[in-house]
């Protein structure tokens, strides 16, 4: 008898392919914790990604791009201008770079600190979405509101003008079962709910399931969508 040939499943290589799959696990997990996956934006983080792989992910229907460094979006976004995507600023963002970050992005996820919130208040010439980033898990390394500041900030934010206080957002330490971050993800829902405000940005390539179980409103996803990165310099903030 001929044995017959192993069947295997085509290789998964375009953005498009790579998004429609994170599109089915996103409506999965969405439907696990009984929500809609329509209450779940997905922002594409571009970091280290050409212009041609963002024009292929709005072609495939993403709305939403994100960027970690101002430098890499400015050599990026200008050419970009004619897609239909808000632009998501999800990287640390240093004071001194504050104008350009203005002038790229329509929305800042990653206000760590109250003197970047005065910086960008200043600058700004329009009312500009933000996120409070809040290190929940108190890492040393991240950038961040520790938790029981953040009533406070986000009532200092609320009295600044241009400036919208959407939600929160938060990076979850790198582990290697997703399980381990939900108590974070829980935590920083609670102090969504306690401030009345409507956005969570939590869960990357690695662990945005658990967060969507745990409330998330926006998943930071890159090298899921993406591919790998030419050079990769791993962290928390790779998406």
Known sequence: ??????????????????????????????????????????????????????????????????ENRVQEAAAKIPSLRHLPVTWHMVGHLQTNKVKTALELFDIIQSMDSLRLAEALSRRAERAIPVLLEVSVAGEASKFGFPPEEVLGAAEA???????????????APLVSDPEEVRPVFRELRRLRDALGLAELSMGMTDDFEVAIEEGATLVRIGRAIFGERLHPERSRRDS
């Open 157 to 171: 934010v609320a009295r600044l003008p241009h400036l919208n206080v959407r939600g929160l957002m938060t990076i």
């Open 1 to 66: 008898m001929f044995a017959l040939p192993e069947c295997r499943p085509m290789p998964v290589t375009t953005v498009a392919e790579r998004l429609a799959l994170i599109r089915e696990r996103v409506a999965r997990a969405a439907e696990r914790a009984g929500r809609s996956p329509a209450e779940v934006t997905i922002v594409a983080v571009s970091k280290s990604f050409p212009a041609q792989a963002i024009e292929e992910a709005a072609a495939a229907g993403i709305a939403h791009i994100g």
